[in-house]
């Protein structure tokens, strides 16, 4: 009843930009925190960023200064800016979201997005 779509990703050239979304739709109350996880060939998943329904924001040190996470939640959308990209951040992006479900009381539930390949490669 919750989904997280994700667009943006795509084939880019080291040094270059790239921005992500992520819209939650469906019956939705509230949606909490939202933040981008990747997962790169042969490696864990890791959180690349989150930020809270007030704005604040957490970013992992590998990608402090070069990307942004930003949101609008009017569109209960999560947006990633990503420049000077690197060939390590070749990964599957997710979009993972605190939703706040209608009629489901204050307990929140953790919902992922499909996930969208970002490829940095010359």
């Known amino acids: 009843q919750v989904h997280l779509v994700e667009s943006g990703g795509a084939m880019v050239q080291p040094g270059e930009s790239l921005r992500l979304s992520c819209a939650a739709s469906?019956?939705?109350?509230?949606?909490?925190?939202m933040g981008w996880y990747r997962q790169g060939p042969g490696n864990q998943r890791e959180l690349v960023a989150s930020?809270?329904?007030?704005?604040?924001?957490t970013y992992s040190d590998s990608v402090k200064g070069r990307f942004t996470i930003s949101r609008d939640n009017a569109k209960n959308t999560v947006y990633l800016q990503m420049s000077s990209l690197k060939p390590e951040d070749t990964a599957v992006y997710y979009c993972?979201?605190?939703?706040?479900?209608?009629?489901?009381?204050?307990?929140?539930?953790?919902?992922w997005g499909q996930g969208t390949q970002v490829t940095v490669s010359s």
């Open positions: 993972n979201a605190d939703v706040v479900r209608l009629g489901m009381g204050l307990k929140s539930q953790n919902f």
């Open positions: 469906g019956s939705i109350f509230r949606v909490n925190l």
């Open positions: 930020i809270a329904s007030g704005g604040s924001t």
